[in-house]
Protein backbone atom coordinates (compact mmCIF):
# COMPACT_ATOMS: atom_id res chain seq x y z
CA UNK A 1 0.00 0.00 0.00
CA UNK A 2 0.91 3.74 -0.59
CA UNK A 3 -0.77 7.36 0.51
CA UNK A 4 -1.30 9.24 -2.53
CA UNK A 5 -1.62 13.03 -2.72
CA UNK A 6 -4.99 14.15 -2.43
CA UNK A 7 -5.95 16.97 -5.23
CA UNK A 8 -7.73 19.76 -3.50
CA UNK A 9 -9.04 23.43 -3.61
CA UNK A 10 -9.31 24.07 -7.81
CA UNK A 11 -7.75 21.26 -9.02
CA UNK A 12 -10.01 20.42 -12.14
CA UNK A 13 -10.03 16.87 -11.44
CA UNK A 14 -12.10 17.31 -8.64
CA UNK A 15 -15.35 19.07 -11.08
CA UNK A 16 -14.52 15.59 -13.46
CA UNK A 17 -17.26 13.27 -13.65
CA UNK A 18 -15.46 9.51 -13.24
CA UNK A 19 -16.15 6.75 -15.45
CA UNK A 20 -17.34 3.35 -13.89
CA UNK A 21 -14.99 0.70 -12.98
CA UNK A 22 -15.33 -2.29 -16.08
CA UNK A 23 -13.43 -4.36 -14.37
CA UNK A 24 -11.85 -5.05 -11.38
CA UNK A 25 -8.08 -5.60 -12.15
CA UNK A 26 -4.51 -5.61 -9.49
CA UNK A 27 -4.76 -1.86 -10.56
CA UNK A 28 -7.87 -1.31 -8.83
CA UNK A 29 -7.17 -3.49 -5.88
CA UNK A 30 -4.05 -1.26 -5.45
CA UNK A 31 -5.79 2.02 -6.01
CA UNK A 32 -8.85 0.90 -3.30
CA UNK A 33 -5.65 0.04 -0.95
CA UNK A 34 -4.25 3.37 -1.09
CA UNK A 35 -7.46 5.26 -0.94
CA UNK A 36 -7.90 3.42 2.28
CA UNK A 37 -4.25 4.66 3.65
CA UNK A 38 -4.45 7.88 2.53
CA UNK A 39 -7.57 8.26 3.97
CA UNK A 40 -6.47 7.32 7.17
CA UNK A 41 -3.50 8.91 7.17
CA UNK A 42 -5.20 11.71 6.46
CA UNK A 43 -7.61 10.88 9.39
CA UNK A 44 -10.48 11.60 7.27
CA UNK A 45 -13.94 9.40 7.16
CA UNK A 46 -14.25 8.83 3.47
CA UNK A 47 -12.35 9.28 -0.08
CA UNK A 48 -13.16 9.14 -3.50
CA UNK A 49 -10.85 7.94 -6.59
CA UNK A 50 -11.20 11.53 -8.06
CA UNK A 51 -9.46 12.66 -4.72
CA UNK A 52 -6.32 11.02 -5.43
CA UNK A 53 -6.01 12.31 -9.40
CA UNK A 54 -8.06 9.01 -10.44
CA UNK A 55 -11.18 9.48 -12.36
CA UNK A 56 -13.09 6.35 -11.62
CA UNK A 57 -16.13 5.33 -10.28
CA UNK A 58 -14.40 4.54 -6.49
CA UNK A 59 -14.89 4.99 -3.45
CA UNK A 60 -13.78 4.18 0.50
CA UNK A 61 -15.76 4.84 3.52
CA UNK A 62 -14.54 4.36 7.33
CA UNK A 63 -16.80 6.20 9.38
CA UNK A 64 -16.59 3.21 12.13
CA UNK A 65 -13.23 2.63 12.85
CA UNK A 66 -12.60 -0.55 11.54
CA UNK A 67 -15.17 -1.01 9.28
CA UNK A 68 -13.77 -0.12 5.67
CA UNK A 69 -16.48 0.30 3.22
CA UNK A 70 -15.61 -0.10 -0.34
CA UNK A 71 -17.89 1.05 -2.75
CA UNK A 72 -17.16 0.66 -6.79
CA UNK A 73 -19.58 1.90 -9.11
CA UNK A 74 -22.35 2.99 -6.35
CA UNK A 75 -25.57 4.19 -7.26
CA UNK A 76 -28.02 5.50 -4.34
CA UNK A 77 -31.27 3.55 -5.04
CA UNK A 78 -33.26 5.36 -1.98
CA UNK A 79 -33.18 7.93 0.48
CA UNK A 80 -35.47 9.09 3.22
CA UNK A 81 -35.41 11.77 5.22
CA UNK A 82 -33.30 14.71 6.09
CA UNK A 83 -30.30 15.50 8.22
CA UNK A 84 -28.51 19.47 8.94
CA UNK A 85 -25.13 19.31 9.95
CA UNK A 86 -21.51 20.21 9.75
CA UNK A 87 -19.59 18.78 6.57
CA UNK A 88 -15.92 18.81 5.33
CA UNK A 89 -13.75 17.76 2.89
CA UNK A 90 -10.52 16.46 2.14
CA UNK A 91 -10.14 18.09 -0.97
CA UNK A 92 -11.29 21.80 0.59
CA UNK A 93 -8.76 22.05 4.19
CA UNK A 94 -9.31 24.40 6.79
CA UNK A 95 -13.11 24.18 5.47
CA UNK A 96 -16.54 23.31 6.74
CA UNK A 97 -20.20 23.94 5.78
CA UNK A 98 -24.04 23.40 6.90
CA UNK A 99 -25.45 20.96 4.53
CA UNK A 100 -28.54 19.02 4.31
CA UNK A 101 -28.46 15.39 3.93
CA UNK A 102 -31.11 12.74 3.74
CA UNK A 103 -30.80 10.79 6.78
CA UNK A 104 -31.17 7.66 5.67
CA UNK A 105 -29.14 6.49 2.15
CA UNK A 106 -29.59 2.62 0.52
CA UNK A 107 -26.67 2.41 -2.28
CA UNK A 108 -25.59 -0.69 -4.69
CA UNK A 109 -22.13 -1.28 -5.56
CA UNK A 110 -19.35 -4.00 -6.52
CA UNK A 111 -17.02 -4.66 -3.65
CA UNK A 112 -13.20 -5.72 -4.39
CA UNK A 113 -14.02 -9.19 -5.57
CA UNK A 114 -17.10 -7.58 -8.23
CA UNK A 115 -20.13 -8.97 -5.96
CA UNK A 116 -22.95 -6.45 -5.85
CA UNK A 117 -24.02 -5.69 -2.34
CA UNK A 118 -26.35 -3.21 -1.21
CA UNK A 119 -25.60 -0.65 1.85
CA UNK A 120 -27.80 1.45 4.27
CA UNK A 121 -26.74 3.97 6.30
CA UNK A 122 -28.36 6.30 8.43
CA UNK A 123 -26.45 9.62 10.00
CA UNK A 124 -23.05 10.05 9.32
CA UNK A 125 -22.59 6.79 7.54
CA UNK A 126 -25.77 7.94 5.08
CA UNK A 127 -24.04 11.56 4.98
CA UNK A 128 -20.66 10.25 3.76
CA UNK A 129 -22.04 7.91 0.78
CA UNK A 130 -23.96 11.02 -0.43
CA UNK A 131 -20.18 13.31 -0.04
CA UNK A 132 -18.60 10.72 -1.35
CA UNK A 133 -20.75 9.66 -4.45
CA UNK A 134 -21.31 13.30 -5.50
CA UNK A 135 -17.20 13.26 -5.73
CA UNK A 136 -17.53 10.94 -8.38
CA UNK A 137 -19.89 13.20 -10.40
CA UNK A 138 -17.83 16.11 -9.87
CA UNK A 139 -19.89 17.66 -7.15
CA UNK A 140 -18.26 18.81 -3.89
CA UNK A 141 -20.36 19.73 -0.88
CA UNK A 142 -19.93 23.68 -1.45
CA UNK A 143 -22.16 23.29 -4.41
CA UNK A 144 -24.83 21.99 -1.87
CA UNK A 145 -24.03 24.06 1.22
CA UNK A 146 -26.60 25.80 2.95
CA UNK A 147 -23.91 28.23 3.78
CA UNK A 148 -19.97 28.02 4.58
CA UNK A 149 -18.83 28.79 8.60
CA UNK A 150 -16.91 31.72 8.99
CA UNK A 151 -13.41 30.76 10.37
CA UNK A 152 -14.25 31.34 14.07
CA UNK A 153 -17.52 29.17 13.92
CA UNK A 154 -15.43 26.49 12.14
CA UNK A 155 -13.49 26.49 15.49
CA UNK A 156 -16.38 26.08 17.42
CA UNK A 157 -17.35 23.24 15.29
CA UNK A 158 -14.44 21.40 15.62
CA UNK A 159 -14.98 21.19 19.25
CA UNK A 160 -18.25 19.89 18.72
CA UNK A 161 -18.74 16.63 18.69
CA UNK A 162 -20.57 16.61 15.21
CA UNK A 163 -18.07 17.70 13.18
CA UNK A 164 -15.31 15.63 15.19
CA UNK A 165 -17.30 12.46 13.80
CA UNK A 166 -17.57 13.92 10.04
CA UNK A 167 -13.80 15.66 9.74
CA UNK A 168 -11.81 13.68 12.64
CA UNK A 169 -9.51 16.10 12.00
CA UNK A 170 -7.29 16.41 15.17
CA UNK A 171 -8.29 13.69 17.03
CA UNK A 172 -7.86 10.21 16.01
NI1 LIG B 1 -14.84 15.14 0.07
Keep these: MAKRKILTDNDP ?6 RPIPRITPRVITLLDDMIETMRDANGVGLAAPQVGVLLRAVVIETEPG ?11 ETSG ?6 GCL ?3 GRS ?12 ALN ?4 EYVLEGTELLARAICHETDHLDGRLYIDVA ?5 PEEEEEERLSPRLR ?8
Design 13 to 18: TLRTVC
Design 67 to 77: QVWELINPEII
Design 82 to 87: EQEGSE
Design 91 to 93: SLP
Design 97 to 108: GHVKRPNYVKVK
Design 112 to 115: RNGE
Design 146 to 150: EYMYA
Design 165 to 172: KYARKRDR
